[in-house]
């Protein structure tokens, strides 16, 4: 059901060479963008015409309008399963109490008498925010959106989902309610890169955004990727990951449970286990074809994903090779279950969320830990973090001289220039004081 990859017994390789030998999904988004670059350009000459022509072919459905009706909002929230309700609400209030802390603060610094740098955070005046809905409905995902935009101060946020022909053209209800208890009301009915598009160009119905984020399918990242330069995007989201690294205290029924957890996103969903015990490893083969065989999802998604190049069972010679291991691959979501889970989670450098421990498990940071789950994936953890409110804010730096300040950097900023040969970059100073460089 799912392979092995042997490293003991060799020093592991360095940088590139080690990532190599780990499984990694194959997701070409750059062939794909081939294909979007058109439907972009379409939306973006024909509005919304071109996205009722996009539902129509793409999702099977008639619209007469794509903006989401405010009273299908209401409804959705009215209809919500309490039980469904009372979750969304937790969610929603663990991940205010996370994203309010990460809010930043103007400040100002005093570089010499008379001369101060101020950095303060602007929030972006309008996001498009994405929520997926193909094999599965994410309300999660507009939660994980939202909430950072509304904690950042992001005056306008418009949200996009799919319509679903089983709904008369909405999204899912499920979505529409999330976005009416979140107080989003500006809602439209469209998915894949049509979506990104309008929110990039704008369309009659809808203006305009500075900004795109949250996860999709391939089609969506590539017109991220289409866009990049445009609008900010926060990043081309590839196929789920989970790594877990793990020595023998790992209970493997915990272990099988959460590697099949992120196997049952989707067909192509990474599953990798990392660890330096040949018994752990045996026992959770053995304990994934029970646990398989008792949940949804199994031959279209979770087998095809557990067999597939991007999940394997990682053997190493000891938990320090296992470090180095999960290092390179840089996952999505990294569990640690080990002795001293915690000292181990603090030497890892790459990864987008980290789990501590059993009772930290993958899926709790998907709906209710407080953490977001909009992360980097196919090994961007290296150099990108996830979704957070930063995300949603640019720093801006105040300057601020006075005369005589200016005066005493003067000789400095000409030398400069002109080691540069810009001397009119000296000259906008030389002209301040007469033409002549003031005395250090």
């Known amino acids: 059901m799912i392979s092995r990859i042997d490293l003991r017994g060799n020093t592991l390789p360095e940088g590139g060479a080690l990532r190599d030998l780990l499984p990694r999904a194959e997701f070409d988004v750059e ?5 979007v670059r058109p439907i972009c350009e379409d939306v973006h000459h024909r509005g919304t015409a071109a996205l009722i022509e996009y539902a129509q072919k793409f999702d099977g459905v008639e619209l007469k309008q794509v903006r989401v009706p405010a009273e299908a909002l ?21 991940a205010r109490i996370v994203h309010r802390n990460q809010r930043r603060t103007e400040h100002t610094t005093q570089v010499v008498p008379g001369g101060t740098v101020t950095e303060k955070w602007v929030p972006v005046e ?6 997926p809905g193909g094999r599965s409905v994410y309300p999660s995902s507009v939660v994980m959106n939202v909430v950072p935009a509304q904690e950042a101060g992001v005056e306008s946020i418009a949200l996009a989902s799919p319509p679903q022909k089983e709904f008369g053209g909405l999204p899912h209800p499920t979505i ?8 989003v ?15 990039a160009y ?25 866009f990049t330069g445009k609008i900010g995007i926060d990043t081309e989201a590839g196929p789920t990951e989970i790594a877990v690294l793990a020595d023998s205290t790992a209970d493997p029924v915990h272990v099988a449970a959460d590697l099949i957890s992120q196997a049952e996103h989707d067909p192509l969903a990474a599953a990798v286990l990392v660890t330096d015990s040949e018994e752990l490893a045996a026992a959770v083969e053995k304990e994934l074809e029970p646990q398989v065989a008792a949940t949804k999802h199994i031959e279209d998604r979770i087998k095809p994903a557990l067999a597939g190049r991007q999940s394997a069972i990682v053997l190493v010679d000891s938990l320090e090779d296992g470090l180095k291991v999960v290092d390179a691959y840089g996952a999505e979501h990294l569990e640690i279950q080990t002795a001293d889970a915690a000292a181990w989670a603090a030497r890892v450098r790459n990864a987008g969320a980290i789990f501590v421990g059993p009772w930290s498990p993958v899926s709790l940071g998907d709906y209710c830990a407080g953490s977001n789950h909009v992360l980097p994936t196919g090994g961007c953890a290296c150099h990108s973090s996830g979704l957070s409110v930063q995300s949603f804010l640019r720093g801006i730096h105040i300057v601020d001289y006075t005369r005589d300040a200016l005066a005493e950097v003067t000789h400095h900023v000409v030398t400069l220039a002109e080691a540069e040969d810009l001397p009119a970059h000296g000259a ?4 301040r004081f007469g033409w002549k460089v003031p005395q250090a």
């Open 126 to 131: 309008r996001v498009g925010l994405y929520a």
């Open 428 to 431: 906008a100073l030389k002209a």
């Open 185 to 199: 009301d500006e809602v439209y009915a469209a998915g894949g890169a049509q979506a990104v598009a309008m929110f």
């Open 176 to 183: 529409l309610a999330a976005c009416a208890l979140l107080g």
């Open 74 to 94: 209401k409804t959705a929230l009215e209809q919500l399963d309490p039980a469904v309700r009372a979750a969304l609400e937790e969610s929603i209030r663990r």
């Open 31 to 35: 062939a794909a963008l081939k294909k």
């Open 202 to 226: 704008g369309t009659e119905d809808c203006p305009p955004a500075n900004m795109v984020t949250g996860p999709g399918n391939i089609w969506v990242a590539a017109a991220k990727r289409y």
